[in-house]
Structures are given as C-alpha cells and as structure tokens.
C-alpha cells in the first residue's frame, strides 16, 4: 500500500531537454532559415541592364531636347545618377543599380519637363509680343473716324 501511496503523491519524472537548449536549437534553425531567403534573394536579382539602358536613352533624349542649356541642375543630377548606376552595375549590386537607374531617368525626364515647359513660356511670349506689335501697327495704319 505503502508502494501505491508514493506512486500517488509524486509523478514519474520524465526526462526534458533544458529549455535553453530548446530555444538555441528555434534560434538556430530560425537564423538559418532567414540566411538561405537573403542569400536565395541576392541569387535570384538579375541585373538590371534593361533599366539602365531605358535610364541612358532619357538622359540622351533630354539632351538632346536642350536640357543641358535650359535645365543644367536636374541634367547633372541625372548624369550623376547613371554614372553610380553603372559603376553599381560593375560592382554586381543590382539593387542600387536599379534604384539609381530609375532616380536617373526621372531625373532625365524632369529636365526634359522643365525644357519643354521654357520652350512654351518663351513661344508664347514671342507670340503675344507679335501680336501686340500687330496691335499697334494696325491702329496706326487704320483711318481714324471724323
């Protein structure tokens, strides 16, 4: 009875692993797991060529649109940014060379705005110049009512 008794009032013991132990081996497994996504991410970003190809030919054509004249600020910025994302490129980091890329061409495309814009102001003062000269020269050759 007595055997019984004991049996009762303490239960078996059964074996566990430290809790710490538990806890390193998640941490450890855990770690892991995120180094395979950041080293599978890294393998799996392909250069951007097709990015700063299209961030080339914006800053070409804003060129030759006549950024550099009339928008030198966002020209040079733009310039700037395709030579980091080139330089990026060579450098095999493909996420900066993609995001430099982009920042390049919406520089290249804000100077090309800005251009167009100039070249509009300038057309239309031209224009209102002209027909204010047209004005005057008619008033001064139309007969005046007696």
Not at 20 to 27: F, I, P, Q, T
Not at 31 to 48: H, K, Q
Not at 54 to 74: D, F, K, M, T, Y
Request: glycine share 4%; proline share 8%; aromatic share 2%.
């Amino acid at each position: 009875m007595r055997h019984r008794l004991a049996r009762l009032q303490s239960p078996p013991e059964q074996p566990r692993a430290p809790r710490s132990r538990h806890l390193a081996g998640r941490a450890t497994a855990a770690a892991a797991a995120l180094a395979a996504v950041f080293v599978a991410a890294c393998a799996s970003t392909p250069p951007p060529t097709a990015a700063v190809a299209v961030s080339a030919a914006a800053v070409a054509h804003a060129s030759g649109a006549g950024a550099p004249q009339l928008a030198p600020q966002e020209m040079r910025l733009a310039r700037e940014k395709l030579d980091r994302a080139n330089a990026a490129m060579a450098s095999q980091d493909y996420g900066r060379a993609r995001a430099l890329a982009e920042e390049a061409q919406a520089d290249a495309l804000l100077a090309e705005a800005r251009t167009e814009a100039l070249k509009a102001r300038k057309a239309a003062d031209d224009a209102l110049a002209a027909n204010r000269a047209l004005g005057e020269e008619m008033s001064r050759k139309s007969p005046t009512p007696q």
